[in-house]
């Protein structure tokens, strides 16, 4: 039975008056490139866009390959910046990839495989909302299904089925809410990608840095001694016998199995019993995992288990030289992979053989500073792992969203629910989806929430404290920070004072402030239950508990102290400089507003090492 206000229709339930169209009536005309012949050695002025540049939804304009000159003049349909490119020839899995042009690159052209929808009809339809809706789950399927071809390495969409293709089609101005509302999953995502790149460069550095003693961690010296690989490693590559059973449910991993440059194992299989394991390799839980193949993309790994591996690995025991997880970052350093790379230039597929990986010199320090240094590293690689998670969990809420969103099942309309309907604005209430509004509506219902949870007649809440509660908020949410400055009293943000969030509170009566003798202070406004009502359905609740958890009884100095401490270790990070109490004060030394805080009783070098420890833990 169908719900009051829905109605049942060719592409499922979707609201009464929202109406039916066919991607015909969206855009009016698709182009296409042409196939061209490309140099990767050339420096060219125009570039053709490759295939797998289209991708979750966007299209990566660096992913292009140059033209040589003599096809130049055969080049047509230029990239256009706010376009939609869809993938109209490809592999099974990829054919039908569609993706946003958000920007483009003087002389970067479409090949013959890719489509681009220009021309939509602007006055019906919204370029974002429609790419959106081509990378949802069923309209991917649907895309996919107009494919032909009996190759099963190549597939091609066929022109008057796509464009045959029907569609929901809310009004114009709903489309544009969906659209803004995604996009700040989007810039969420786009954000914890840019941290993961970040922290990956981080960790190259101080690979580069640490395995070859350029620096060295506090307490050790002397000299490191000079080997060759099999000096202190052995090829341990024992052949599985097809045989035997006794294989049945053991790990299986294969060079597709381990994330390039990372050491990361991104999936494995487990031996079936009526499988083929002939020309396999046995491992231990303490042999390390090489891949031969395509040395450039550095594939290692440590399992720390036993199982079996393809024959294009080879399983590395340590001898008593070296431990298994100071060799793995050798194996990835990129001093290691451009000596494998300048082995393997040959003819057929690139790869690496025992005889020579036999002389790689190797400088080596004790087994206690390798271990010391191998904790660094895997620490580094335990941050980038959290991140991964993190992102996944965003990706996994985006997917919800544009279910519930695109469907229509959750409406928006001028930051709230639509509530045409009892039952619509009751079940939106318990959904995670946030309404599309600016950050400046976001921070009025955090500054609300950071009232009612904190706020109590005995001890005063005042505009400093309530600032460090709403960067250390963000921080915890992976949220843009850069609102707040490197004031005095900093991390400290006026545009949320003065025209933001603040004022916002004030103005809808989330928040009562006043002025005394000891500063603004704020209570709670009659309307605090709307913006508490919005924290529930935005799916926010954790995020305070977490506030409050962590802070509830810290005071307004401790708060200024991890806050700043915070803030200079994000800086330094992104500088490359190691986290240290020297380097924190070095930084707080060097900003004019901030070196006064150096003399406060507070901010001593025992209160900055226990305010690194602690935002170690807070934020990882």
Known sequence: ????????????????????????????????????????????????????????????????????????????????????????????????????????????YLPDRLWQIQNLNTGSFDFVWLNYLLNSKQYRDAVRATATGTSNSMKNISKERLLDIKIPHPPISEQADIAVALLEVDELINLIEKQISKKKAIKQGAMQELLTGKKRLPGFSGEWEKHSFYGV???????????????????????????????????????????????KYFFTENDVLYGKINPQFAKATFPRFKGLCSADMYPITCKDQIIPEYLLYILLSSDFTSYTVSLSKRSGIPKVNRDELAEYPMLLPSVEEQRAIS?????????????????????????????????????????????????????????????????????AVAIAAIVDAFYSDKYPLGRVKVQKLLYLLHRHQAVSVSDFKKKAAGPY?????????????????YIVLESGKQGTLYSKGKNMAQALDYVERWGMRSDFQWLKENFLHTSRN???????????????NEAGVPISVASIKDLIASSKE?????????????????AIKRCAELFN
């Not at 449910?249 to 990372?262: A, D, L, T, V, W």
């Open 1 to 108: 039975m169908v719900k009051p206000g829905y109605k049942q229709t060719e592409v499922g339930v979707i609201p009464e008056h929202w109406r039916i169209s066919s991607l015909a009536t969206a855009f009016q005309r698709l182009e296409t490139g042409v196939s061209v012949n490309s140099d990767d050695s050339l420096s060219s002025e125009y570039h053709i866009l490759k295939t797998s540049a289209v991708h979750h939804g966007v299209v990566d304009t660096a992913e292009t390959k140059p033209v040589i000159p003599r096809d130049y003049p055969r080049l047509k349909c230029p990239l256009v910046k706010g376009s939609i490119i869809i993938s109209r020839m490809n592999t099974p899995a990829l054919v039908g990839e569609c993706g946003f042009a958000k920007d483009t690159k003087a002389g970067t």
């Open 233 to 279: 490693c052995e090829i341990s590559a024992r052949m599985v016998d097809p045989t035997q059973s006794e294989y049945e449910n053991y790990p299986h991993i294969g060079n597709e199995s381990i994330e390039k440059f990372s050491g990361r194992i991104t999936h494995y299989n487990k031996v079936k019993e009526d499988q083929l394991i002939s020309g």
């Open 375 to 443: 904790d660094v590293l895997i620490g580094m690689d335990a941050e980038i792992e959290m991140l991964i998670q993190k992102l996944r969990r965003y990706r996994q809420v985006k997917q919800g969203m544009m279910q519930q969103l695109l469907t229509g099942k959750i409406r928006l309309k001028n930051d709230v629910v639509d509530s045409v309907h009892t039952e619509q604005k009751a079940s939106a209430k318990t959904s995670p989806v946030r309404s599309a509004h600016n950050h400046q509506f976001d921070d």
């Open 493 to 509: 943000a006026d545009t949320v004072r003065y025209k933001g969030g603040e004022p916002i509170a004030k103005k809808n009566k």
């Open 558 to 572: 401790d708060l200024e102290l991890f806050a700043t401490v915070d803030m200079a270790i994000c800086d330094l």
């Open 594 to 610: 901030w070196k006064a805080k150096l003399s406060k009783r507070y901010f001593s070098d025992s209160d900055i090492a226990r």
